[in-house]
T-cell receptor, first 114, second 114 residues
């Protein structure tokens, strides 16, 4: 158990809908990262937050947005969903945004868009 | 930009065989290097890391040496077990806009047969 929790574990929804994925980092970790893992794209970095502020952006679509709240939990919002958004979404946390720090990954949310 | 290249999988070995999974990287500075492992149905977890040239990371019988001259961080294990079957990801962190972003390789699936 990494100490990072993600809800829900599974999500099935229709095209055009909007969903929110939730992540609680390990106690004491200030940085939260979101990743998308699909069969054809591998593990893609989406976005990073540190202590409530956005710090880095990766391959995140404009239809996707995220935020980190004062209690440090984070939410990833996915809107106007398309079939291609079906994937595993992982959240990870680390104590710092420094280069040598390991990331602790949650168990993931499996999103299926039908 | 910085990148990580891993050998294609799947790698299939018999129990007690020697394992090498190749990883090379491209970086303009001095990245930290990591190996993460993903067991079926789980998130990624750190296997080992090295933060400077010639450092050797080791854990659970796995090891990898940070080779700056060949820009490599190959993962090795002397005798694999069925329980080592998983997907292995090589990664580096690169500094960007006051923070560090993780870049993951595409992952290499290892299957160990009894």
């Amino acid at each position: 158990d990494s100490g990072v929790t993600q809800t829900p574990k599974h999500l099935i929804t229709a095209t055009g809908q909007r969903v929110t994925l939730r992540c609680s980092p390990r106690s004491g970790d200030l940085s939260v990262y979101w990743y998308q893992q699909s069969l054809d794209q591998g593990l893609q970095f989406l976005i990073q937050y540190y202590n409530g502020e956005e710090r880095a952006k990766g391959n995140i679509l404009e239809r996707f947005s995220a935020q980190q709240f004062p209690d440090l939990h984070s939410e990833l919002n996915l809107s106007s969903l398309e079939l291609g958004d079906s994937a595993l979404y992982f959240c990870a946390s680390s104590v710092s945004s420094g280069g040598g720090y390991e990331q602790y990954f949650g168990p993931g949310t499996r999103l299926t868009v039908t | 930009g910085n990148s990580v290249t891993q050998m294609e999988g799947p790698v299939t070995l018999s129990e007690e065989a020697f394992l090498t999974i190749n990883c090379t990287y491209t970086a303009t500075g001095y990245p930290s290097l990591f190996w993460y492992v993903q067991y079926p149905g789980e998130g990624l977890q750190l296997l080992l890391k090295a933060t400077k040239a010639d450092d050797k990371g080791s854990n659970k019988g796995f090891e990898a040496t940070y080779r700056k001259e060949t820009t490599s961080f190959h993962l090795e294990k002397g005798s694999v077990q069925v329980s080592d079957s998983a997907v292995y990801f090589c990664a580096l962190t690169e500094p960007t806009s006051g923070t560090y972003k993780y870049i993951f390789g595409t992952g290499t699936r290892l299957k160990v047969l009894a």
